[in-house]
């Protein structure tokens, strides 16, 4: 129970958050397909993307709570069967309506994998280990944040909803495997469920801003948010200014799960040890933000890729080390810690790809990029000299 030794059925575990974040992302190189095929506006099919988004940040800390009183497993064993089923309705949609409500119950299922797995995680690794096993949790999260949308840029070639049939029939194999193979994790669970606090909780986000560990949870939104405005400005980007094909900007974001994989896996404990935790956070935001502001005076694929592999070089030292501090740290139960902290990756998720789009069409190519960037390297400077980041 103690060390990362119960690695094994853990990889069940990385399955169920890559599907998850491989769900999230196949949908943004589709995204132009599905505007011309339902003719909707650059509004409506950023909403689409963000609908996803919006739906985990309300559900997560419910789920998280959840899991603290009936345990891990049930939850994630109840995410995956409603994940499959709701991937399978996305790919049969015929209407606006029927993307938005699959999106939705996306959302709604994909909370309860992801809160749930942190936490899953935090039971079984000791404080001195966590490092390890977020890094292949994020390495999971990661890889699935970069080849769902390579994925669906490849596979649509197939037929526009292949990559969401996929995605279900993942799903459902890994809610067998989980069934069988994935143990408990939590030995002690809560006596009763606690609903006063209100369903959604944000009374509890809002006080988890003023508390110690607010820095954590403002940079996981700014992360998230770069992240994911990202994914749907350079597919944008890279179609218009530099006329590459949706199959080629899918395989740009496979090299970035490749990395990403390797990053977290393999080099993220040495990186920690080095620099220290809270060092390593305020690195890799660094370079994230660089690769970003970059990103837009590409003129060529080779300088585009260039600067997508120096942001996800960035990018994969930051979360599972953020996630790492806050299981350090928090003084709760690492189900619903995890599900706050999951809200505020998913509020970034829902302005990311909101604000991507709009800014691309309204202020021009560079300020979607530009504005991550910045936002970024702004608040690096408040946390770290306001807030006291390196003494927390």
Known sequence: MEKIRKQPPLFFLYLTVFITIVGFGMIFPLLPYYARQFNA????VGLLAASYAIAQFLLSPIWGRLSDRYGRKPIIIISLLGLGLSFLFFGLSDSLFGLF???ILQGIFSAAAI??????????????QRIKGMGLLGASFSAGFIFGPGIGGVLS??????????AAALALVNFISVFLFLPESLS???????????LFNLKR??????????????????????????EVAVPLFGMENLNLSVATIG????????????????????????????????LGLTIMAIGLFLVPFANSHILLLLFMVLMTLGSSMTRPTLVTLVSKQTKEGQGITMGIFSSFESLGRVFGPLLGGWLFSTFGFHSPFTISAVLILLTLVFVVQIKGFFRN
Do not use: C
Request: hydrophobic share 50%; charged share 15%; proline share 1%.
């Open 115 to 128: 809160s749930s797995a942190s936490a899953y995680v935090a039971d079984v690794t000791s404080k001195d």
């Open 41 to 44: 506006s650059e509004w409506t």
């Open 188 to 198: 002690k669970k809560t006596e009763k469920l606690n609903i006063r606090e209100g």
């Open 251 to 282: 395989y740009f974001f496979s090299v970035q799960g490749v990395l990403a994989v390797i990053m977290q896996s393999v080099l993220l404990y040495k990186i920690t040890h080095f620099f220290g935790e809270h060092r390593a956070v305020v």
């Open 157 to 166: 070639a197939v037929h526009l909803s292949f990559p969401f049939f996929l």
């Open 101 to 103: 409500i699959a999106r």
């Open 205 to 230: 986000m809002f006080n988890a801003l003023k508390g110690e560990m607010g820095s954590f949870f403002i940079l996981a939104f700014l992360w998230s948010f770069a992240l994911t405005n990202n």
